[in-house]
């Protein structure tokens, strides 16, 4: 089943245009991975699909309706989640308050609760809480609630993002660069959690510079190049098709 | 509403048009470099045209001398409030902290000037002749010519300056954008410096010019002096000379017509009127350009 | 525990009861700690503003002479009960609130505090222009005094009481919004509006809500000080008022509600010390505002996400 398609959609800004005529389908339950050279239209592409960019044509549908143009927080309550290549969480306040930011759109409380009914309120607000320490178990984080993010190490800070884009219980997850600043043994650990992941049923998009990674995760791969999908394919083909080892000439490669 | 009443409001709109351009110009610059509101920055050239005034009538100096020391004061001034109060903030994370800062270096300065000379409106003497004289036709102070041509004169000065003189041209880089100027050796410290003391000289030059063609000269010019480049800034649209000038004529010019046309008790809330309007419609101005937030 | 938080609860209670029995002989205390809870009322909802949303409002006396003038039109010249009074006082600023939070949609950040300055620009010149309906430079007078449900206050102890049951009123309601999603969801947006939107919260909306709400207190503290100060003029709401009450949130701590008491109390003590100097009041509350933002801008206990 489509969870996800977009239809040549374009983004320009200025004179440059970052994400020329895409076109991509990300079925439900898949692992899908994005990977191109520096500024080849990724992650305006994921910005276009949450909603912090609109297209200036062609159409997005998630789940057979059509986002196109929604802003990001309708995006979001729709069940797609995403995380931010140069790290977003909110530094200054707790490991779990972060979390529970990410859960915002899935706790049913109301300033008529709050006000009216503040034991109701205080109870919807506890059941998030014992639902957010569990996605802290699930990364081994539990022991740091009620730390300041700021002060985790930088992979778990990533991991936080990503456990902060689960907390809204979204249908697609958008990672961009999830592994970027990660040493070897976190990467394996990320990697053995998105397929978890995947096993319950989210699915996951992911941009990656560390090619290792993407081939190992993805089932299938799209290859942007100066703001156009280049090539579309399974891993092997991918890895394997001198074209797109061409385009990345010049460029940093991971491997 | 006779004909040459109209040319002498539009000619009196045009002078204070022009006058307020020359003041904007080192607000505008200052927010266009660093996003700082200098709320102080109305209360800093009042402190120089003060020292104007009492220069010309306690001291008796000559006008070019005592123009000469007020604008060097005020210019100096905004320095040392830019090197005191701002420079440790402009990395500061939330914005709003510099302008609050800016809020209370405006009330010390105000503090200042209102115990060194009250609160009272002085009078300013007049340093140009003040007969009418006879253009197109029409009857009109010389005094306002003069102030206009003074002004006119000072703003196409410093854009000269700006685009053919070397200091002019490190201002615009630096105006540009900070990181990629200073990998082109340019002091970005002392530049800012020097647009501080440059707005607050041409602020002093400007507010003198008002005072002299009105005879009156207060510390509350100095508030209301700091929300007129405010509103022009707005209107005008940041970073842009052209912008600067556009707003400041609009300015004057709307002031006017209505101050007189339609009611003078009223000014001051139609100066605010502007700027509400334009601040939801058009908050980029007429010549400014859109920003957007990089992710 | 739960036990010692109730003993401190109880404690603190006794002790604010006992404050204008204590101070019965000195009147002149007492009413400086009467205006101190009119700033605190004025404040709470400020720091809601500033320290949770981000919005530097130097608009915020507009809204306290909002609440003010509404309390004191419908006391004076149509006889309305304190309470009725109060309620629309407060509803009427929550309205205006709103309709000045509108265009935190499309003003970005510093433009909105422009637009904050030249709205309480305006209300304070209509205040003083439309005679007919404000009375002008000279105000309303004759506000009578209130009689609360039957409960007629005479005494500035009774203007105390019902002073601090408006307090507790602000303190408790706001309390039970930020320990709920929206308080956090406001800290977001302060943090992070981009990332907060992609939380699904709908940042613009929340904005405009805690502006409102923000405003709704100030309209409360208005109506209070109607009846207290029996006239209300233009010149309790100068943009003057509203740097200091920015400066008590600054000083006490952006971002966390109990640090504003801290606030409102130190700069109350700090100007009443002043007195003797009134001249040099404005350079004193200037100067303060300069060093607190530099040397330490997340005020005495504020959060410390406004630490540099």
């Known amino acids: ?255 | 509403m006779s004909g040459s009443m109209f040319f002498d409001v539009l000619i009196v709109g045009v002078m204070v048009g022009a006058i307020y351009t020359l003041v904007t110009i080192g607000y505008s610059m200052v927010y266009g470099m660093l996003r700082l509101m200098n709320f102080a920055h109305g209360d800093v050239y009042i402190f120089g045209t003060l020292l104007c005034y009492t220069l010309l009538t306690k001291f008796q100096l000559n006008p070019i001398v005592a123009v000469f020391a007020a604008a060097v004061s005020g210019g100096a001034l905004a320095a040392l409030v830019e090197f005191l109060a701002y420079r440790r903030l402009r990395a500061a994370q939330h914005r709003m902290i510099s302008m609050i800062t800016a809020l209370g270096a405006a009330y010390v300065i105000q503090n200042n000037s209102e115990r060194a000379w009250s609160s009272q409106v002085l009078p300013f003497p007049s340093l140009f002749p003040a007969q009418p004289i006879r253009v197109f036709g029409q009857e009109i102070s010389a005094t306002h010519i003069v102030t206009l041509v003074i002004a006119v004169f000072f703003i196409i000065g410093f854009n000269l300056f700006l685009k053919h003189h070397r200091l002019g041209k490190a201002i615009l880089c630096v105006s540009q954008d900070i990181p990629t100027a200073s990998l082109m050796s340019i002091p970005i410290n002392r530049i800012i410096t020097i647009v501080y003391f440059m707005g607050g000289v041409l602020g002093v030059i400007g507010g003198i010019l008002y005072s002299t063609s009105y005879n009156a000269i207060s510390i509350g010019m100095g508030f209301r002096g700091t929300i007129v480049a405010f509103t022009a800034a707005v209107i005008g649209g940041i970073g842009s000379m052209s912008g600067t000038l556009i707003g400041g004529m609009i300015l004057g010019i709307t002031e006017n017509l209505i101050g007189v046309y339609v009611s003078s008790s009223y000014r001051d809330s139609i100066t605010f009127l502007i700027l509400i309007i334009i601040l939801l419609y058009k908050p980029t101005g007429i010549m400014g350009s859109v920003e957007k937030d990089k992710v | 525990m739960q036990n010692k938080r109730a003993y401190v609860y109880g404690g603190l209670l006794l002790v604010l009861i006992a404050v204008p029995f204590a101070l019965s002989e000195e009147p002149y205390l007492l009413a400086i700690i009467n205006f101190t809870i009119v700033y605190a009322i004025l404040c709470l909802g400020l720091n809601l503003i500033l320290g949770y949303a981000g919005l530097l409002s130097l608009g915020h006396a507009a809204f306290y002479g909002i609440g003010a003038y509404a309390t004191a039109i419908l006391m004076a010249r149509h006889g309305f009960g304190f309470l009725p009074a109060l309620v629309i006082s407060g509803l009427l600023a929550l309205l205006m609130g709103f309709v000045l939070g509108l265009p935190t949609r499309k003003v970005r950040g510093d433009y909105f505090c422009l637009l904050t300055i030249a709205f309480g620009e305006i209300f304070r010149l209509v205040s003083q222009a439309w005679i007919d309906f404000t009375g002008g430079a000279m105000g309303i007078v004759g506000i009578p005094i209130p009689n609360v449900l039957g409960w007629q206050i005479t005494s500035e102890t009774d203007f105390y009481l019902l002073g601090m049951v408006l307090l507790l009123f602000t303190y408790v309601t706001l309390r039970m919004l930020i320990a709920s999603k929206y308080g956090r969801a406001f800290i977001a947006i302060r943090e992070d509006e981009l990332a907060a939107s992609v939380m699904g919260i709908n940042t613009s909306s929340y904005k405009i809500l805690i502006f409102s709400i923000g405003c709704f207190y100030a309209g409360l503290a208005g109506s209070y000080l109607a009846v207290y100060q029996t006239t209300v003029t233009p010149s309790n709401f100068r943009l003057e008022e509203s740097c200091l009450m920015i400066i008590m949130v600054i000083v006490g701590g952006m971002g966390r509600l109990e640090a504003t008491f801290a606030g409102v109390a130190l700069m109350t003590i700090a100007i009443e010390f002043l007195r003797p100097f009134a001249e040099y009041r404005l350079l004193l509350i200037g100067a303060i505002m300069i060093l607190v933002l530099l040397f330490r801008p997340q005020g005495v206990f504020g959060d410390s996400s406004f630490r540099d």
């Open chain 1, 1 to 255: 089943m489509v969870l996800l398609e977009t239809k040549h959609v374009t983004k320009r800004f200025g004179g440059v245009t970052a994400v020329k005529s895409v076109s991509i389908t990300v079925n439900q339950g898949e692992i899908v991975g994005m990977i191109g050279p520096n500024g080849s239209g990724k992650t305006s592409f994921v910005n276009l699909l949450s909603g912090i960019y609109k297209s200036d044509s062609g159409d997005i549908f998630f789940e057979g309706e059509r986002i196109t143009g929604l802003p990001s927080h309708l995006i979001t309550q729709r069940g797609i989640a995403r995380t931010f290549q140069n790290l977003r969480v909110f530094s200054n306040i707790s490991v779990l308050d972060n979390l529970l930011i990410g859960r915002h759109c899935k706790i049913n409380n109301s300033l008529l609760t709050v006000y009216l009914n503040p034991s109701a309120s205080r109870r919807i607000e506890k059941d998030a809480e014992a639902v957010v320490r569990s996605l802290l178990e699930m990364v081994n984080l539990s022991s740091r609630g009620n730390d300041f993010a700021r002060n985790l190490p930088y992979g778990s800070q990533r991991l936080l993002e990503i456990c902060r884009a689960l907390a809204s219980e979204p249908k697609l997850l958008l990672l961009d660069e999830p592994c970027a600043g990660m040493n070897p043994s976190e990467v394996e650990s990320l990697s053995a959690f998105l397929k978890i992941l995947q096993k319950r049923g989210t699915t996951i998009f992911i941009i990656e510079h560390n090619i290792k990674f993407i081939m190992s995760i993805a089932e299938r791969i799209l290859v942007m190049n100066a703001g156009e999908k280049f090539r579309e394919g399974v891993p092997r083909a991918i890895q394997n098709d001198p074209q797109v080892q061409k385009i990345y000439l010049g460029d940093e490669e991971e491997s």
